[in-house]
């Protein structure tokens, strides 16, 4: 186990070689999950005292458990939010693996910090965050929106102390009703109020709204969350307006753009954001819409001081590290001990460019803006909403929930797309989520075919 013998240098042979063959899969089998009765009837005992061995636990994986679940970087998944990692993307994950390298402190990990910072750098930039903006990869849009409402509560707390106020009954943040569930989740961890906001027949939450909200809400709002990219239609709220009301009332206004905010890349979408450049904190989740594998979110905050205070651990062993002046990415989420997530992003950005990216990201706009002129023009078919970044909702007109799932049933039977129904108003709706750039036109139509035949 300890050393790079024979055996360990045959194991890295076969481990490359399956990395090689997974990513030359062009596109990959999506494959399927599986019942747990299967897999207990195909996977003997491997977790054993003397274990399997290597080659056998791989073998093992290739043939049954990696068949057994979905590859969400197949051009037909469009369920949920897929991922679409690029090559070059998910080849340094494997470096980062090899590396051991401790992301949490500058003591252990400066090199790859550096290079992580620099490509939080770039998302500061292109939302117009100040040069002195800063944060972390942490694992994902959950733990990014909880560790942002954590510093956000934590400089309410301190603002009120020093301007000698008591501390309100109950913390309360004002969400969007579209926004996304994390946001609950992480109220619920914090034990504070969620004060909804309507968000109107287009699904977009505005300032005139978020002020009447505030107005009803009593004391105790110490943040608005706007989402720059709902996850059930890709729509970006009113962030210019939402942010007037924010400065207006001294509150800490954070933007999820976990899926979203990826599209400020695409200079001709850039507009929609209007407003982002007053967040005291956003999130993007390049396992989404930036090309990297699963899991990363950059966290970004305005001040990094605040979210330093807030976050930093500590404890006797730990005092080398949070009294010296470095960048220590521990200090600005609720983790400790990181991987350097961000690393596959960065390498990837140095790899092809921010351009290819840009263009990347508009092709998955473009595609399906094609797709939804398609389906308005189609006898048969309805589009909810116009969609702004690539998310498309539709529905088969007359279908039931039942019909559409056994089409969805039929093409992952088929292994050419996983789609799942959705619902909207209480009725089920079908959903394309595209961020993968290989996803086509061509090749949505011909799902569009097959609920007509
Ligand atoms: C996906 C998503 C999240 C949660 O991100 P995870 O990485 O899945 O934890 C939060 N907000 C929005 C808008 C999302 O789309």
Not at 46 to 66: K, N, Q, R
Not at 294 to 300: E, G, K
Not at 320 to 342: F, K, Q, V
């Amino acid at each position: 186990m300890h050393s790079y013998d024979d055996q360990a240098k045959a194991l890295t042979d076969s481990v490359l070689a399956y990395a090689k063959n997974r990513l030359a899969l062009d596109p990959p089998p999506l494959d399927r999950a599986v019942s747990l009765a299967t897999l207990q009837a195909k996977v003997p005992p491997t977790v054993t005292e003397s274990g399997i061995g290597g080659e056998a636990a791989l073998s093992l994986f290739d043939e049954v458990l990696s068949t057994s679940c979905l590859s969400s970087d197949h051009p037909g998944y469009l369920a949920f939010i897929p991922t679409a990692p690029s090559e070059a993307a998910t080849l340094f994950d494997l470096v980062v693996s090899v590396s051991s390298i401790y992301g949490g402190s500058w003591m252990e990990g400066s090199g790859a910090i550096y290079a992580e910072n620099e490509v939080l750098a770039l998302l500061a930039r292109e939302t117009g965050l100040p040069e002195t903006a800063g944060g972390v990869f942490v694992q994902g849009g959950t733990l990014g929106n909880l560790s942002a409402l954590v510093a956000a509560r934590h400089w309410a707390q301190k603002q009120r102390r020093e301007a000698g106020l008591p501390t309100p009954e109950r913390w309360k943040v004002i969400i969007s009703a579209e926004s996304h569930s994390s946001l609950r989740t992480a109220a619920r961890v914090m034990d504070i109020d969620v004060i909804p906001a309507d968000a109107g027949d287009d699904g977009r939450l505005d300032g005139a709204e978020v002020a009447r909200t505030l107005a009803a809400a009593g004391d105790g709002v110490f943040a608005i969350v706007a989402t720059a990219g709902t996850t059930n239609f890709g729509i970006v709220d009113d962030i210019a307006g939402i942010s007037a009301v924010a400065q207006e009332h001294d509150i800490w206004l954070h933007v999820d753009g976990a899926y979203g905010l990826a599209g400020i890349l695409a200079p001709e979408n850039r507009y929609r954001y209007a407003g982002v450049e007053n967040a005291d904190s956003f999130i993007v989740d390049p396992h989404k819409w930036l090309f990297a594998p699963f899991d990363a979110c950059a966290l970004v905050y305005r001040d990094p001081h605040i979210a330093r205070a807030a976050h930093t651990q500590h404890a006797e062993y730990l005092d080398a590290l949070t009294e010296d002046t470095e960048w220590n990415p521990s200090d600005y989420a609720i983790h400790l001990s990181r991987r350097t997530r961000g690393l596959p992003l960065w390498f990837s950005l140095a790899t092809y460019g921010i351009a290819e990216y840009r263009k990347a990201i508009s092709t998955c706009i473009s595609v399906a803006h094609d797709i939804a002129e398609v389906i308005r023009g189609r006898d048969g078919f309805s589009l909810v909403r116009d969609p702004q970044l690539s998310v498309v909702v539709f529905t088969r007109d007359g279908w039931t929930l039942a019909e559409y799932e056994a089409w969805c049933a039929k093409l992952l039977d088929e292994g050419t797309a996983f789609l799942v129904p959705s619902s909207y108003r209480g009725k089920p709706v079908m959903r394309f989520a595209i961020v993968n750039p290989r996803t086509s036109v061509p090749q949505l139509v011909s799902i569009l075919d097959s609920m007509q035949s």
